[in-house]
């Protein structure tokens, strides 16, 4: 199998290695001051052993880490959870200031960003690492695989498996979120566990679906050159704006980083348009009548969570990524429309019909929706 390509897959910290490197510096300084004591007792964290750990890019992956974490910790399952970010929630699962404070069952532990915390996690003793990380170990990327790694576990952002070309080769165990994928990792062990993410998310979705004013549209998209911000610019936007509706930008988290200075300039293009930037989705979701985006995951979260329809436009899809039939045509046309390029000037008119449509059963897009942290959590006690 095949999954991602050398070139690498451009996650957190893969940008410019000098700022890389000062802001690592300057992190570490900040969070040994703040956690003075957590350092100074450092014979707990040198005797604390364990054939488990996590390993997160930073706070923005926490909600794929939080039930599996809490879950771990009710059952008393020792494990280290290793993070290259100091603002990580899952640093305040420790009381760093209270000398009473219990390390024997977890451990949180900032290795420091840039190639410090490269390094570090590319030597960690853990046998069994669990990550959402694509291209650990492939070829140009920063993270190797541990030589004491014996089974690297990867659990998905999102519902799609669309990862550049040997993303996920260096990968042991899959936990995968719908058994039609199964066959794609036929060398791999494969856990049909579902995502804890999104349990989570439809259960708070319960309380928050009664928000809508019948006239707003969310344009949602994902980074880079296969974004639909960048594939359609502002137009298409401002037609939706012209036509009535309350339109609201989220732009992926990482275009504030990689594509900043295009962002500033839309921005500037949509003056009365306002930009959504926070970490978690949730509160401007459930105020859409209507979702407008591509291939993201988004889709699927905003589907699962409300039951209302996505619009899927046709983006600037890449040779690169695998996989991409399923989050872009069938997808598209199971929880709403796919849009072709040549139909993006009548998309105001083709939002009113959408809602017509009948969509697809939840159970068919995700697996095990309510028990998925429970069966992680089987599986990595059995480790």
């Not at 990867?154 to 519902?159: A, D, K, T, V």
């Not at 639909?228 to 704006?241: H, M, V």
């Not at 200075?261 to 459930?286: H, R």
Request: proline share 3%.
């Amino acid at each position: 199998m095949n999954f991602g390509n050398k070139n690498g897959y451009l996650d957190p910290g893969t940008g410019n290695a000098l700022f890389a490197a000062l802001f690592g510096i300057l992190g570490t300084i900040i969070f040994f001051a703040k956690n003075a004591f957590y350092r100074i007792t450092g014979k707990k964290q040198e005797t604390f052993k364990t054939d488990l750990a996590i390993f997160s890019e930073g706070k923005i992956y926490w909600i794929y880490f939080k039930d599996i974490v809490e879950e771990l910790i009710k059952r008393k399952i020792k494990f280290t959870y290793y993070t290259m970010d100091m603002n990580d929630p899952a640093l305040d699962l420790h009381d760093f200031s209270n000398e009473n404070e219990d390390f024997s069952l977890f451990k949180v532990r900032y290795v420091g960003t840039g190639n410090r915390g490269y390094s570090a996690i590319s030597n960690l003793k853990e046998k069994n690492i669990l990550s959402t990380t694509p291209n650990i170990g492939t070829l140009g990327y920063p993270i190797k695989k541990p030589k004491n790694c014996e089974n690297l576990i990867h659990i998905f952002h999102g519902l799609g498996v669309d990862y550049k070309k040997g993303g996920l080769d260096s990968y042991d165990t899959i936990l995968l979120h719908q058994s039609i994928f199964a066959n794609l990792f036929e060398s791999k062990k494969v856990v049909l566990a579902g995502l804890p993410y999104l349990d989570s998310l439809i259960e708070r979705a319960k309380e928050m679906q009664n928000r809508t004013d019948g006239k707003t549209v969310l344009v949602a998209s994902t980074w880079g050159d296969r974004g639909l911000l960048k594939t359609y610019g502002a137009k298409f936007i401002s037609d939706l704006a012209n036509a009535g509706y309350n339109v609201i930008v989220r732009p992926h988290p990482y275009s504030y980083v990689y594509e900043k200075d295009f962002l500033e300039n839309l921005q500037k293009e949509l003056p009365n348009i306002p930009f959504n930037t926070e970490i978690d989705n949730l509160s401007v979701l459930s105020k859409a009548d209507i979702l407008v985006s591509e291939l993201s995951g988004v889709r699927l979260d905003f589907y699962l969570a409300f039951k209302r329809p996505v619009l899927s436009l046709e983006s600037g899809a890449s040779d690169e990524f695998e996989h991409n039939e399923w989050l872009v045509n069938t997808i598209g046309n199971e929880i709403g429309i796919f849009v072709k390029k040549e139909e993006i000037d009548n998309l105001p008119q083709i939002i009113k019909n959408v809602s017509e449509r009948k969509l697809i059963d939840e159970n068919s897009i995700l697996a095990n929706i309510g028990k998925s942290k429970m069966i992680i959590a089987d599986y990595l006690e059995k480790l």
